[in-house]
């Protein structure tokens, strides 16, 4: 099955596609989901599109949901689902938020109504998936649709996984997100300065990028390894290249290691990040480099 809706978009090619019914033994929870890797790569944690069987097998739901087994080892069942219920929330309330409506049954055909998984027992994920659910659709044995209705519900959920990602998932609007505290932003800002973290933050780009380009400062040349030794063996911070106000919000984009990002020390990457910097990279690097003539 996620071989079979890889195939059916094929220009979301940058999601991750998987599914299963147990590892061992049997899950009493099988699903499907699409991972975005600025999200998340496993269903252990983050938010994605999934589908969820319950524990009868009479009902599959297509739901936006969250992984519930990070949060469940860290605080507990408890504690893991008032957070997930709050995050849900946040999801839920993100797509729509342009339109100043509550989500509600008819809402781009999807209903924040909650699911039913039957956990047949108090220590089963399915009781958490229901927390976690944030909006979706119930599909009935027997009552299935069409595999162009499947196909045309799966694709507006993702085009909302976008939606939600691009306006700040299930972060809080506070300024640990903000970028820079001495430089207020817009709430458009906000967003676009968080999308370009985490692409940047993304681990398997940013490894990527630092085996290609290496571990030098390309701006200002400065050397970790040089400077601390073995403490600073392979370190540098990766930045995507994508100037904040072309980056796309709501649709996919490729990122190449090669051409998409540059390596920075920390204080030319937040330079490069502050809301006067110079608009392009080639601009921030020639300013550098003037500065150093002068100071020589």
Not at 2 to 23: R, T, V, Y
Not at 132 to 143: D, I, L, M, S, V
Not at 278 to 288: A, S
Request: aromatic share 10%; glycine share 8%.
């Amino acid at each position: 099955m996620p071989q079979l809706f890889a195939q059916a978009f094929p220009n979301d090619s940058d999601l991750i596609w998987e599914g299963s019914a147990g590892k061992g033994n049997w899950s009493d929870a099988p699903w499907i989901a699409a991972f975005d890797p600025l999200v998340t790569e496993s269903a252990q944690r983050g938010y994605y599109p999934v589908y969820l069987f319950d524990s009868s097998l009479t009902s599959v739901y297509l739901s936006l949901n969250q992984g519930v087994t990070d949060l469940k080892d860290e605080f507990g069942t408890k504690i893991a689902k008032e957070i997930l219920e709050h995050r849900a929330s946040l999801l839920r309330a993100r797509p729509f938020l342009e339109l100043d409506v509550d989500l509600s049954p008819d809402r781009e055909g999807f209903s924040d109504r909650p699911i039913k998984l039957k956990p047949r027992s108090a220590s089963s994920l399915l009781g958490m998936y229901e927390a976690g659910h944030a909006f979706g659709t119930q599909y009935r044995k027997g009552r299935v649709p069409d595999d162009e209705k499947v196909l045309a519900d799966m694709a507006t959920m993702l085009a909302l996984y976008r939606k939600v990602l691009a306006l700040g998932g299930v972060a809080e609007m506070d300024l640990a997100h903000h970028g820079p505290k001495d430089e207020p932003r817009s709430q458009d800002e906000i967003r676009r300065y968080r999308r370009h973290m985490s692409i940047e933050r993304n681990p398997g780009l940013a490894k990527d990028a630092k085996k290609y380009h290496g571990y030098v400062c390309q701006a200002c040349g400065f050397d970790f390894e040089r400077h601390y030794g073995a403490l600073g063996h392979e370190y540098i911070e990766a930045h995507h290249l994508i100037p904040l106000s072309m980056l796309p919000m709501e649709t996919p984009t490729p990122h190449s290691p090669k051409d998409d990002f540059a390596l920075l020390c920390g204080n030319c990457h937040r330079m490069i990040h502050r809301k006067n910097a110079p608009g392009t990279f080639g601009e921030f690097v020639g300013l550098v480099r003037e500065r150093k003539l002068r100071l020589l």
